[in-house]
């Protein structure tokens, strides 16, 4: 079970992070006009809550 959490928690610092780019790349884009639909820094920060939440969980369980 502490596995697969551990897992979790890698699997959401691998959206932070892809949910980070996307931001960068929205903040840069040449044609401002252009309007994104993604909410990347709502991604980014439930990302980042999950994987709090599944580490809380995954170093209780030992």
Do not use: C, F, Y
């Not at 079970?1 to 780019?21: K, P, Y």
């Not at 040449?30 to 709502?42: K, N, Q, S």
């Amino acid at each position: 079970m502490q596995q697969e959490l551990w897992t979790s928690v890698g699997v959401a610092l691998l959206v932070v992070l892809i949910a980070g780019l996307g931001e960068r790349r929205r903040k840069r884009r040449a044609d401002m006009d252009r309007i994104g639909l993604m909410p990347w820094p709502l991604v980014q920060v439930l990302a980042i809550l999950m994987a709090l939440v599944l580490a809380s969980v995954a170093l209780n369980l030992r």
